[in-house]
């Protein structure tokens, strides 16, 4: 068992920067692959990034390259998204997941956090 809680969200103008946490407590941490989900009003939950359990290898979306970056500190159970450069179509709910194995998609994901609002405006 997991519990997932994620932080960070907020308003920010277009080209601006947030970082968003998700700090994990119950299980061993270290040894889920990790994933960020968002959902904008109206469309389906969308994978953004992920993150294995161990060596730090990353996956993006194609639309979010190049500007942000996923990362994990398994000593404080925390897993991050520094988002840069941020556009007003990433405005959505983001929430991070765990799964046993690599996978862009939610269902594969067994914890989710309660998600972060980010709004982006122009």
């Known amino acids: 068992q997991v519990q997932l809680a994620e932080s960070g969200g907020g308003l920010v103008q277009a080209g601006g920067s947030l970082r968003l946490s998700c700090a994990a407590s119950?299980?061993?941490?270290?040894?889920?692959?990790m994933g960020w989900f968002r959902q904008a009003p109206g469309k389906e939950r969308e994978f953004v990034a992920g993150i294995s359990a161990n060596f730090g290898i990353t996956y993006y979306v194609d639309s979010v390259k190049g500007r942000f970056t996923i990362s994990r500190d398994n000593a404080k159970n925390t897993m991050y998204l520094q988002m840069n450069s941020l556009k007003i179509e990433d405005t959505a709910v983001y929430y991070c997941?765990?799964?046993?194995?690599?996978?862009?998609?939610?269902?594969?994901?067994?914890?989710w956090g309660q998600g972060t609002q980010v709004t982006v405006s122009s």
């Open positions: 997941a765990a799964s046993p194995r690599f996978s862009n998609t939610p269902g594969a994901y067994d914890y």
């Open positions: 119950g299980s061993t941490f270290s040894s889920y692959y």
